[in-house]
C-alpha cells in the first residue's frame, strides 16, 4: 500500500514563484526524504528530515516534518525554470526485520519562464 | 565519479522472451535496491541486498522475476518469460555502508517495452 502521497499531483507556477508541496503518511518512520526526478531520468535524493527534527534547509529548500499529523512539506522559494521536475517524497519504514525507503507517487512541478 | 550505472538504456521485445537488466552499483556502496516505475503504481520497491545478500524480496511481484548479485560490483534483474505487463522503467540504486539505506543513489533507468 501506498506509505507517502503528495499533494497536489501538478502544480504550476511563474519562475520567482515559490513552490509548496506535500507529503502525507500512514505509519511511524524513521526518517523521511524528498527527492526530484527530471523526465527520463533516475531520482536524486535533495534532503533529509529525521523523526526528531521539525525543519531543515538546503539552499532553496525547506522542509518541514510534523509527526502528529504525519505530514511533511517541500518548500521551493524563488522557483527557476530548472526546478521543473517531478518530487517525491519517501519515508524510511523498518518492516519485517528489514529497512526500506516507499515512495509517492510524486508531485509533477512546472516553473514557466 | 562515476554514478550507478544500468544497462540497456531501452530494451524493446516480444512477449515470453526473457530480459535480462543489469546494474552496476557505486564502488563503495554495500546496497543495492531494484524499483519499478509505472504511471499507475508509481515507485515500487522489488528487492534489496545487503553485502550481496537478498534481504527483502517481498516486491517481486511473480515467479517470473528473478535477482542476483554475484559480487559487490554486479547485479541482475531477469523477466522470463516477459509480458506485456512488464512494460515499465526499472531503477537501480545503491547506498553507501552506515546510512541504513539513507541517501540512495539512482541510476539512469532502464526502459523496457514488451510487445
Known amino acids: 500500500s501506498q506509505q507517502g502521497e503528495e499533494d497536489p499531483q501538478a502544480l504550476s507556477i511563474q519562475e520567482g514563484e515559490n513552490a509548496t508541496m506535500n507529503c502525507s503518511y500512514k505509519?511511524?518512520?524513521?526518517?523521511l526524504q524528498w527527492y526530484r526526478q527530471n523526465s527520463g531520468r533516475g531520482l536524486v535524493h535533495l534532503i533529509l528530515?529525521?523523526?526528531?527534527?521539525r525543519e531543515k534547509h538546503s539552499g532553496r529548500l525547506r522542509v518541514t516534518l510534523d509527526t502528529s499529523k504525519k505530514s511533511s512539506s517541500l518548500l521551493i522559494t524563488a522557483s527557476r525554470a530548472a526546478d521543473t521536475a517531478s518530487y517525491f517524497c519517501?519515508?524510511?519504514?523498518?518492516?519485517?526485520?528489514?529497512?526500506?525507503?516507499?515512495f509517492g507517487k510524486g508531485t509533477k512541478l512546472t516553473v514557466n519562464p | 565519479d562515476a554514478g550507478v550505472i544500468q544497462s540497456p538504456r531501452h530494451e524493446v521485445t516480444e512477449m515470453g522472451q526473457e530480459v535480462t537488466l543489469r546494474c552496476k552499483p557505486i564502488?563503495?556502496?554495500?546496497?543495492l535496491f531494484w524499483y519499478r516505475q509505472t504511471m499507475m503504481r508509481g515507485l515500487e520497491l522489488l528487492i534489496y541486498?545487503?553485502?550481496?545478500?537478498?534481504?527483502?524480496d517481498s516486491g517481486m511481484p511473480e515467479d517470473r522475476f528473478s535477482a542476483k548479485m554475484p559480487n559487490a560490483s554486479f547485479s541482475t534483474l531477469k523477466i522470463q518469460p516477459s509480458e506485456p505487463r512488464d512494460s515499465a522503467v526499472y531503477f537501480c540504486?545503491?547506498?553507501?555502508?552506515?546510512?541504513?539505506?539513507?541517501?540512495?543513489?539512482f541510476g539512469p533507468g532502464t526502459r523496457l517495452l514488451v510487445l
Open positions: 540504486a545503491s547506498s553507501p555502508p552506515g546510512t541504513r539505506q539513507e541517501t540512495q543513489y
Open positions: 505509519t511511524s518512520i524513521n526518517n
Open positions: 528530515i529525521r523523526s526528531n527534527e
Open positions: 519517501a519515508t524510511a519504514l523498518s518492516q519485517g526485520g528489514s529497512e526500506k525507503l516507499v
Open positions: 564502488s563503495g556502496h554495500n546496497s
Open positions: 541486498f545487503n553485502n550481496n545478500v537478498p534481504i527483502d
